[in-house]
């Protein structure tokens, strides 16, 4: 335990110097290191929400922020990043559920395709005098007339 705590503090100050540097890559990186040794590593928090704002990854900036919120409600810095960032998190996190909806009905359109496929390939193996056509979503059977010579 204290070798977390003192591991997540060293962590956290060197991603303050790449911070000053201005390395942000580094300070995302760092920052993620600190806050996996202790969670409740505050500074660790809103450095991680620093560099991601820094590098335009607004939703896990947001995310860092709530995380860092949940653990002290009532800090400065993160309210005022919080404050800041808002509208762009927001933005983020609504083209992110437009992006899955899209993706859930691609998927559900392509199952249903699979799905009519193997529908007509059984019926059309099991049943072979039978020929369905499909109008819309809907399917018509009807009976070929076989000629035994």
């Given at each position: 335990?204290?070798?977390?705590?003192?591991?997540?503090?060293?962590?956290?100050?060197?991603?303050?110097?790449?911070?000053?540097?201005?390395?942000?890559?580094?300070?995302?990186?760092?920052?993620?290191?600190?806050?996996?040794?202790?969670?409740?590593?505050?500074?660790?928090?809103?450095?991680?929400?620093?560099?991601?704002?820094?590098?335009?990854?607004?939703?896990?900036?947001?995310?860092?922020?709530?995380?860092?919120?949940?653990?002290?409600?009532?800090?400065?810095?993160?309210?005022?990043?919080?404050?800041?960032?808002?509208?762009?998190?927001?933005?983020?996190?609504?083209?992110?559920?437009?992006?899955?909806?899209?993706?859930?009905?691609?998927?559900?359109?392509?199952?249903?395709?699979?799905?009519?496929?193997?529908?007509?390939?059984?019926?059309?193996?099991?049943?072979?005098?039978?020929?369905?056509?499909?109008?819309?979503?809907?399917?018509?059977?009807?009976?070929?007339?076989?000629r035994i010579r």
């Amino acid at each position: 335990k204290e070798l977390d705590d003192l591991s997540s503090i060293i962590c956290s100050n060197c991603a303050l110097a790449h911070m000053c540097l201005k390395n942000w890559g580094y300070v995302r990186d760092e920052s993620k290191k600190a806050v996996d040794f202790d969670e409740k590593n505050i500074k660790a928090w809103y450095r991680l929400a620093k560099a991601h704002q820094m590098l335009k990854n607004w939703e896990e900036a947001g995310d860092a922020i709530d995380s860092g919120l949940e653990i002290e409600k009532n800090n400065k810095e993160l309210l005022v990043l919080q404050k800041k960032l808002g509208g762009n998190v927001r933005k983020a996190r609504l083209v992110r559920q437009q992006r899955d909806r899209a993706r859930a009905e691609r998927t559900s359109s392509i199952k249903e395709v699979w799905r009519s496929v193997a529908f007509v390939y059984f019926f059309s193996n099991v049943f072979p005098f039978l020929s369905c056509v499909r109008f819309g979503s809907f399917y018509q059977y009807s009976f070929s007339a076989w000629r035994i010579r």
